[in-house]
């Protein structure tokens, strides 16, 4: 059974940082392209950044140089760091692959707030 897991998650102060993880179970990450996508309160579920097979990357102009995708094909996760946080922030956050199919993680709640 195919499985994206998010981890990582959770409360910090204004100007901290996390890592979201996304592991992915039952096929192989390095089939993918991989996205993150967050989803604010009351809003539409908005893409953030990507990175390719041969790992190249891009990003949202809103994330500023702030965020970082990476991926390990190795260990089947993939990455998702996230450096001065604001409360703005504060989001469903979630892992989707590109590929053979289109797959979701659940989503994680990332929340920004002193």
């Given amino acids: 059974q195919v ?34 996508y967050r989803q604010f309160p009351g809003k539409e579920r908005e893409w953030m ?8 990357t891009h990003y949202h102009s809103s994330l500023k140089g702030r965020f970082r995708i990476s991926r390990d094909d190795d260990k089947n996760v993939a990455y998702l760091q996230m450096n001065d946080l ?21 989503g994680i709640q990332v929340t920004v707030s002193s």
Avoid: K
């Fill in 49 to 56: 950044t990507y990175i390719t097979i041969s790992h190249n």
């Fill in 86 to 106: 604001q409360p703005e922030d504060t989001a469903v956050y979630y892992c989707n692959l590109h590929g053979p199919d289109i797959l979701w993680g659940q």
């Fill in 3 to 36: 499985q994206l897991v998010e981890s990582g998650g959770g409360s910090v102060q204004p100007g901290g940082s996390l890592r979201l993880s996304c592991e992915v179970f039952g096929t192989y990450l390095r089939s993918y392209v991989v996205n993150w």
